[in-house]
């Protein structure tokens, strides 16, 4: 019966983990401004980017993007 309380826990643990990681989707708006001047310097180089932001992982950068200014054509 502890592995079956154990393994509930994790459960809780991860959907406390997705959590902050929705969190974490918030930009600041100096950190708005750098994307934006980054992208202009040097495209879709998310990795690059996300070298400039502590915290910032290129996937994070990348979703930033495309779902604030992805066209819906």
Not at 1 to 6: Q, R, V
Not at 18 to 29: A, N, T
Not at 45 to 69: D, F, H, N, Q
Request: aromatic share 8%.
């Amino acid at each position: 019966m502890a592995d079956l309380d154990h393994s509930s826990n994790n459960t809780s643990d991860d959907s406390r983990d997705q959590s902050s990681q929705d969190s974490k989707l918030e930009f600041s708006e100096d950190e708005e401004t750098l994307i934006t001047r980054m992208y202009n310097l040097v495209g879709e180089r998310w990795s690059l980017i996300a070298g400039r932001i502590p915290g910032r992982t290129a996937e994070e950068i990348e979703k930033y993007w495309t779902t604030r200014y992805s066209s819906s054509e």
